[in-house]
């Protein structure tokens, strides 16, 4: 996310491959495989790292996981690279199954709520990674409550628009509390891209740049609108609050930020606003794969494009240069695929992408 106007840092010389970190602060080239984690509420309630969590650092991380029998999506993959910036400040967070299988049950016995939701999030930060870090952490967890609550109150079905915004002014309100404790946190904020992918719909609730595309039949369909300061809504209720959007080597809310919505940002409200545009799509068996990914992807690449690549990688048609390929087709090995792009195309962000597959790639 560009955020404030900084200097960018020299060009890196091209890179054969992206580099990952793991361990003890080893490079390696892989993808990290593992199983899909069963929990025991509504989310797993440990003090433990939520499951799937990637923590990136300055080199990036890159997961594969296959999805359990009951989980609505088959795959998913994604990676989270530094690219050109100075310093990382997307994060990503994938929880399969943020129903309880036991809760989900129960909830559906007496509504239409979806028996299984699977959680995939991307978080970019800017002005430092603090409040894309307490997202991670933070927000699926918020979610989870939202909709625990709807279940208790035996309500037939789940309003998604009020529970996401709630959940998003609800996450806004902690990164704002949180702005007491911690230096200078009332200057940071992070965009917020979820998507639920259940065996039914498929939600994706945005609040700034990043953005959803899915691939259905050949095509890509935006499942989301990007929040910039030019969009001719955003910038008319920019100015109804009495803000200013300032063409300032792009256009930007009071000539500063780059997105007309976001999590935190308190010093920038009520012109940056933390309330989400919510869409909800119904699955078909044409559905082929769902991408999320922070704007260092799309500034440099077309939705188009990014399906083209991704269904080539599914089908096994497209590998990466590295020094342990990964055989045969797979979610990860696209979103790694990508990631390598935006970077030869010249991006100068930090790039994360979640390739999530909903139909085996024909």
Known sequence: MDGFLMKDPPDQKKMDGIRLKKGGGRDVHQIKRSSSSTTTSFINQSNEEPVGVIVSGNNGDLEEESSSTTSPSLSHGLVSVCGRRRTMEDTVTVVPGLLSSSSAAAAAASSKMEMV?????????????????????????????????????????????????????????????????????????????????????????????????????????PLSIDHKPDRPDEMERVEAAGGRVI???????????????????????????????????????????LILASDGLWDVMTNEVACQVVRRGLRGRIGRRCSNPVKGASAGEAAAVLAELAMARGSKDNISVVVIELNKSR
Request: contains cysteine.
């Open 247 to 289: 063409n300032w080597n792009g256009y930007r809310v009071l000539g500063v930020l780059a997105t007309s919505r976001s999590i935190g940002d308190q010093y920038l409200k009520p012109y940056v606003i933390s309330v989400p545009e919510v869409s909800i799509t119904e699955r078909t068996d044409k559905d082929e794969f």
């Open 117 to 221: 939701i699977d959680f995939f999030a991307v978080y970019d930060g800017h002005g430092g990674s603090s409040v894309a870090t307490v997202c991670r952490d933070r927000l699926h967890r918020v979610l989870a409550r939202e909709i625990e609550k709807v279940s208790d109150e035996g309500n037939e079905e789940i309003d998604w628009n009020k529970v996401l915004e709630d959940c998003f002014l609800k996450m806004d309100d902690e990164v704002d509390d949180k702005g007491i404790e911690v230096a200078n946190m009332k200057s940071i904020g992070s965009t917020a891209l979820v998507a639920l992918i259940g065996a039914n719909q498929i939600i994706v609730a945005n609040c700034g740049d990043s953005r959803a595309v899915l691939a259905r039949e050949g095509v890509a369909v």
